[in-house]
């Protein structure tokens, strides 16, 4: 009698680590997505945070003439992960100014639009956001949102 002496794995045992190996990546990547993008909305509000209480301090409460040049020569940095900020006197309106900021993504405009930035007035799209529920109207899927941000 002749004895099987192969060993080994089969080929559907193999496949089957392979699924398993497959959807364990699939979930990992998606959690990497989501841990990306809540970094880099959170980023955006500390430079939001920064920017507004650098200017608040060097500006001293008239903003006539505020100069995004100026407060980089003190430090001031105007990048975002998603570009550039910008800063702006509110129309000639020395007690007010802006900071914008260019495609935003759409998570990360509603949580950015949402958040309490101490009576700051923010805007989506050139529309007012007061609360959650305008943020989730507001932002788009687009992930090219503008939010400006009014401080005085």
Not at 13 to 26: K, P, Q, R
Not at 63 to 77: E, F, H, P, Q, R
Not at 117 to 131: F, H, K, Q
Request: aromatic share 6%; charged share 15%; glycine share 8%.
């Amino acid at each position: 009698m002749l004895k099987n002496t192969q060993s080994g794995r089969s080929m559907i045992e193999m496949l089957g680590v392979l699924a398993i190996i497959g959807v364990l990546s699939a979930g990992g990547i998606a959690g990497y997505s989501m841990a990306m993008k809540n970094y880099k909305a959170n980023k955006a509000m500390e430079v939001i945070q920064m920017l507004s209480t650098q200017a608040k301090t060097i500006y001293n409460g008239n903003y006539t003439n505020i100069s995004a040049n100026d407060m980089t020569a003190l430090g001031s940095d105007f990048t975002s992960p998603f570009g550039n900020i910008t800063v702006a006197e509110v129309d000639n309106d020395v007690k007010h100014f802006t900071l914008t900021m260019l495609n935003v993504e759409q998570s990360a405009c509603i949580k950015l639009s949402a958040a309490n930035w101490g009576g700051a007035t923010v805007e989506v799209g050139g529309n007012a956001v007061a609360n959650m529920a305008d943020a989730l109207t507001s932002c788009n899927n687009a992930d090219d949102n503008t939010v400006v941000w009014t401080f005085d």
